[in-house]
């Protein structure tokens, strides 16, 4: 087909990668998207079923750490642009098995780094662009009333955040050294439909729905900011396309809370949409050991994209979280598909029993 750009976006088949999949797809008929994702236990094609056969789509199953594949991929294919989310993600997973997420997250960056610049380089990086998704979770911890700027200084505190600290200075140093062209964004913690079950929403969602305990870090008085997943897809749409190169913006959702307090409004929902007397969720609150590196606060400040880009969250978390537990209440199929025990084989294989 003829197409204006040839768009590869990798871990799209996961969480934050298919919604930005999806959203290329239905949005720009006239660019071929290559969704490329290693299929691993948090990536899933049910995800993508709606756009699945959609003549600009194309799905390639491969690993970002096998650095011949990656070359062989961009030379099939002819990229344009790089939008690159395929990352580890899981703090608790990086505790234990921190050398999967070094593979991946910083030696998987670095391939791709290396077949764009050689890719590109014949035509003078013009029209190409290396967009690279990382966290706000490489600034470290706030203790204070303050906000992470594109300014603020590195401090990552566990091996998750410190490789995605890593990769964030690689992105930087082949733009300055080799003038690749990119653009990064730090977002602060996403929520929404289709989210993997380790993470807190969709995982309570979960237990609340069959009364399992929900537990709680320390006494829940960590802070985060949330960041609909939507909203996230839109964020990286206006920067891939109107984002000044070499530039970084900070995405987040203008939604601080404490881990306590959203538990239970998560728990206050619930019981609406379950039609439990208001309380009943709550009882299932247990309060376990902090987990080690446990960050106190992050909060974003995203006036640089609003002021630049003229992005802005579209709903309050309230009205987000409120559209998340009706996503999950109707696809319980999904959730039970992904929680039939097939994830828990590979964490018990992978990390448990090292």
Same mark, same amino acid.
């Given at each position: ?191 929404? /439909?289709?989210?993997?079950? %380790?993470?807190? *929403?969709? !995982?309570? +969602?979960?237990?609340?729905?069959? =009364? $399992? ?99 802005? /969250?579209?709903?309050?978390? %309230?009205?987000? *979280?409120? !559209?998340? +537990?009706?996503?999950?209440?109707? =696809? $319980? ?22």
């Amino acid at each position: 087909m003829n197409t204006n750009k040839t768009i590869l976006i990798t871990g799209g088949a996961g969480f934050i990668g298919s919604h930005v999949v999806r959203l290329f797809v239905n949005s720009y008929p006239d660019y071929l998207i290559v969704n490329l994702d290693k299929l691993t236990y948090a990536g899933n094609l049910a995800n993508l079923t709606d756009i699945e056969k959609a003549p600009n789509y194309v799905f390639e199953k491969g690993d970002i750490s096998d650095a011949n594949y990656i070359q062989t991929l961009f030379k099939k294919y002819n990229f344009d642009g790089v939008i690159h989310l395929a990352a580890e993600s899981h703090v608790d997973r990086s505790i234990v098995a921190p050398m999967e997420f070094v593979v991946t997250n910083v030696i998987g960056t670095v391939n791709l780094l290396n077949a764009a610049k050689d890719a590109w380089k014949g035509s003078n990086y013009e029209g190409k662009l290396f967009y690279h998704v990382s966290t706000d979770e490489v600034y470290g911890s706030l203790h204070d009333d303050s906000f992470f700027l594109e300014t603020t200084s590195y401090d990552p505190q566990s091996p998750y955040s410190a490789s995605k600290a890593s990769s964030d200075h690689f992105v930087r140093a082949y733009s300055n050294t080799y003038k690749l062209p990119v653009v990064l964004t730090n977002c602060s913690n996403n929520y929404g /439909p289709n989210q993997f079950p %380790e993470k807190l *929403l969709p !995982l309570f +969602i979960n237990n609340i729905q069959n =009364n $399992k305990a929900l537990p709680v870090y320390g006494k829940g008085e960590n802070i985060r900011d949330w960041l609909f997943v939507i909203d996230h897809a839109r964020a990286i749409d206006i920067v891939f396309h109107k984002g000044k190169r070499g530039e970084t913006y900070n995405i987040g959702g203008h939604n601080e809370w404490t881990n306590i307090d959203l538990i239970r409004l998560l728990c206050k929902q619930m019981d609406q949409k379950l039609g439990r007397a208001e309380g009943t969720s709550e009882k299932l609150i247990s309060y376990v050991t902090d987990r080690a590196g446990h960050d106190f606060r992050y909060a974003i400040d995203a006036t640089k994209i609003k002021d630049e880009l003229g992005w802005v /969250p579209s709903v309050t978390f %309230e009205q987000g *979280l409120s !559209l998340t +537990i009706d996503w999950y209440l109707a =696809n $319980k199929k999904w959730m039970e598909e992904i929680t039939s025990g097939a994830y828990e084989s590979y964490y018990e294989a992978q990390y448990i029993k090292r």
